[in-house]
């Protein structure tokens, strides 16, 4: 199943007449809205569900600023609030290059890192309810290679929170090819951390629990995930290695870095050492759009569902979501807003997310029913644009910033000056 959406949407402003005073009128918070519960997401005006009806002009704006100031050729932004989509529409081109396609809402970007929590996550969700997973164990009793001293005590959580011990990054990909080499070398490698001591974000965290998924499924990751979350779930340009011979398909996929070692990247995944495992990899080669990734995020806020295809439990995505250490804020996958958030100011503290390092990410509140995706190739065409930094946090506090039926809270400024 597919849901079209429009890409841009119309809205007409009322007159409102204004009445004479004689002294100011006191500021009446207005009533909290009642909407009806929806099973799949809605197109609705912004004012529908308390947003200022200026909300998509600001947006248009903001984003066309950042893409005029070099963040990158192009952006699709997706906006909803309590199952209603307010916002979606591409602006831009898939490329700086003379004749590039424009981007629309079914542009499918490269996730990058989007892939940890939009596939990966998800799948070890859904094995944890199944009984199939069980996070407190240690990595080595799912993958017996991996048997070094040092790593015996990493468990499944330590992964998922970032907190294993494992190296940031290194550039395997420069000599090494496929599953089971990595494995092997990452197994090898000198840990940069105790296990279990401080949070150290790392890919090989997600490379490995791709190898956890496989070994209990049976089946590779981009299988398990296509079959029990995108093919369900209706999301059609949602796929790790997308079909490079389809001319049309092409024309929607924004090319990313021009590399010294692979050339023109397009249509390939971004990231060198997911591209050394074969393109599927636990931390990224996802491809999406902010269509299907708009149904992707109202599922989990719903509880799970949408449009009646469940996927998890409410109770799961609770816990998943929520911060693991007070040190930290890191959840179960996803993150949470931090220090200078790419959820800008204002989203709540019990808003989660993720970026990706190609431009991309998702930020939700669950508190104001709010979510907001934007997708970029930042990277384009040399891997060095730094402008999307901005662009998120200015888009993430103008959606905040135009809700009218709750007050606004600087929470950026209460983590500043409360203590760990």
């Given at each position: 199943?597919?849901?079209?959406?429009?890409?841009?949407?119309?809205?007409?402003?009322?007159?409102?007449?204004?009445?004479?005073?004689?002294?100011?009128?006191?500021?009446?918070?207005?009533?909290?809205?009642?909407?009806?519960?929806?099973?799949?997401?809605?197109?609705?005006?912004?004012?529908?569900?308390?947003?200022?009806?200026?909300?998509?002009?600001?947006?248009?704006?903001?984003?066309?600023?950042?893409?005029?100031?070099?963040?990158?050729?192009?952006?699709?932004?997706?906006?909803?609030?309590?199952?209603?989509?307010?916002?979606?529409?591409?602006?831009?081109?898939?490329?700086?290059?003379?004749?590039?396609?424009?981007?629309?809402?079914?542009?499918?970007?490269?996730?990058?890192?989007?892939?940890?929590?939009?596939?990966?996550?998800?799948?070890?969700?859904?094995?944890?309810?199944?009984?199939?997973?069980?996070?407190?164990?240690?990595?080595?009793?799912?993958?017996?290679?991996?048997?070094?001293?040092?790593?015996?005590?990493?468990?499944?959580?330590?992964?998922?929170?970032?907190?294993?011990?494992?190296?940031?990054?290194?550039?395997?990909?420069?000599?090494?090819?496929?599953?089971?080499?990595?494995?092997?070398?990452?197994?090898?490698?000198?840990?940069?951390?105790?296990?279990?001591t401080k949070m150290v974000y790392s890919?090989?965290?997600?490379?490995?629990?791709?190898?956890?998924?496989?070994?209990?499924?049976?089946?590779?990751?981009?299988?398990?995930?296509?079959?029990?979350?995108?093919?369900?779930?209706?999301?059609?340009?949602?796929?790790?290695?997308?079909?490079?011979?389809?001319?049309?398909?092409?024309?929607?996929?924004?090319?990313?870095?021009?590399?010294?070692?692979?050339?023109?990247?397009?249509?390939?995944?971004?990231?060198?050492?997911?591209?050394?495992?074969?393109?599927?990899?636990?931390?990224?080669?996802?491809?999406?759009?902010?269509?299907?990734?708009?149904?992707?995020?109202?599922?989990?806020?719903?509880?799970?569902?949408?449009?009646?295809?469940?996927?998890?439990?409410?109770?799961?995505?609770?816990?998943?979501?929520?911060?693991?250490?007070?040190?930290?804020?890191r959840a179960l996958g996803w993150d949470?807003?931090?220090?200078?958030?790419?959820?800008?100011?204002?989203?709540?503290?019990?808003?989660?997310?993720?970026?990706?390092?190609?431009?991309?990410?998702?930020?939700?509140?669950?508190?104001?029913?709010?979510?907001?995706?934007?997708?970029?190739?930042?990277?384009?065409?040399?891997?060095?644009?730094?402008?999307?930094?901005?662009?998120?946090?200015?888009?993430?506090?103008?959606?905040?910033?135009?809700?009218?039926?709750?007050?606004?809270?600087?929470?950026?400024?209460?983590?500043?000056?409360?203590?760990?």
């Amino acid at each position: 199943m597919r849901i079209d959406l429009p890409l841009a949407m119309v809205f007409l402003l009322g007159a409102c007449a204004r009445s004479a005073v004689t002294a100011p009128t006191p500021v009446v918070p207005k009533p909290p809205l009642r909407l009806a519960a929806v099973d799949s997401l809605v197109v609705a005006s912004p004012r529908a569900v308390g947003f200022d009806a200026a909300l998509p002009a600001r947006l248009d704006s903001i984003v066309r600023v950042g893409l005029e100031q070099g963040a990158a050729p192009g952006a699709a932004l997706a906006v909803g609030r309590y199952g209603r989509l307010v916002y979606l529409k591409g602006l831009g081109t898939t490329d700086f290059a003379e004749g590039a396609p424009p981007v629309d809402a079914a542009t499918m970007y490269d996730l990058a890192s989007l892939t940890k929590v939009v596939a990966t996550t998800t799948a070890a969700m859904i094995l944890e309810e199944e009984g199939k997973l069980d996070i407190a164990r240690t990595v080595q009793s799912y993958l017996p290679e991996f048997n070094a001293p040092d790593k015996a005590t990493i468990t499944v959580r330590m992964l998922l929170t970032h907190r294993g011990g494992l190296e940031a990054f290194a550039p395997l990909w420069k000599d090494t090819r496929g599953r089971a080499d990595y494995l092997a070398k990452i197994n090898a490698r000198p840990l940069a951390n105790p296990p279990g001591t401080k949070m150290v974000y790392s890919d090989w965290d997600y490379v490995l629990m791709q190898d956890i998924i496989e070994r209990i499924t049976g089946t590779t990751l981009d299988a398990f995930v296509g079959a029990r979350v995108f093919g369900p779930l209706g999301m059609t340009s949602t796929r790790f290695l997308p079909d490079t011979t389809d001319a049309a398909l092409m024309r929607r996929i924004p090319p990313t870095e021009r590399d010294s070692l692979r050339g023109q990247i397009h249509g390939t995944v971004h990231d060198p050492n997911a591209w050394a495992l074969g393109g599927v990899s636990g931390h990224a080669g996802l491809f999406s759009s902010a269509r299907d990734l708009a149904v992707f995020v109202q599922m989990l806020q719903n509880g799970g569902s949408y449009k009646g295809t469940h996927i998890l439990t409410a109770a799961t995505i609770t816990r998943w979501t929520a911060p693991q250490d007070p040190h930290s804020s890191r959840a179960l996958g996803w993150d949470t807003p931090s220090d200078v958030s790419s959820a800008g100011r204002y989203f709540s503290p019990r808003s989660f997310g993720h970026t990706g390092f190609t431009g991309t990410s998702i930020w939700v509140d669950p508190e104001r029913g709010v979510f907001v995706i934007l997708l970029m190739n930042r990277v384009n065409p040399h891997g060095i644009a730094t402008r999307h930094t901005q662009l998120r946090r200015d888009v993430a506090d103008a959606v905040q910033s135009a809700i009218v039926d709750a007050p606004l809270i600087d929470w950026e400024a209460r983590r500043a000056t409360t203590p760990p």
